[in-house]
């Protein structure tokens, strides 16, 4: 259902501000913050090349916004804070149109294959 999917949404992305909120705190391991920026890095590329490959637009849509979420997660292990933000709100912006399109589309077409 939309409102699960909405809800997941909502989760990963305060995810990715809570740990933009800790930075100084990944900072001051030595070890957290390398760790997050790795993984920021495999979950954009890795969820880049899954949304590339998808034939659904809701699949499709899902997929770009692990992949744009990892890029906050690399901000947040590099210390880019405000970058990460920005990129946060950004992103937030652009897939709220997105999904507004998507709307249209499934409506005006009746069907979610691209």
Request: proline share 3%.
């Amino acid at each position: 259902p939309v409102s699960a999917l909405l809800h997941s949404a909502a989760m990963v992305a305060m995810g990715g501000y809570l740990l933009l909120r800790v930075e100084p705190l990944l900072a001051s391991t030595g070890w957290a913050g390398p760790a997050a920026a790795w993984i920021g890095v495999a979950t954009a590329v890795l969820m880049g090349i899954v949304a590339l490959a998808q034939r659904e637009l809701k699949q499709l849509l899902a997929a770009s916004t692990v992949a744009q979420l990892g890029f906050v997660v690399l901000a947040a292990g590099v210390g880019a804070v405000s970058g990460g933000a920005a990129h946060l709100v950004a992103h937030a912006s652009t897939k709220a149109l997105l999904f507004l399109a998507a709307g249209a589309w499934l409506t005006a077409l009746g069907t979610e294959e691209l």
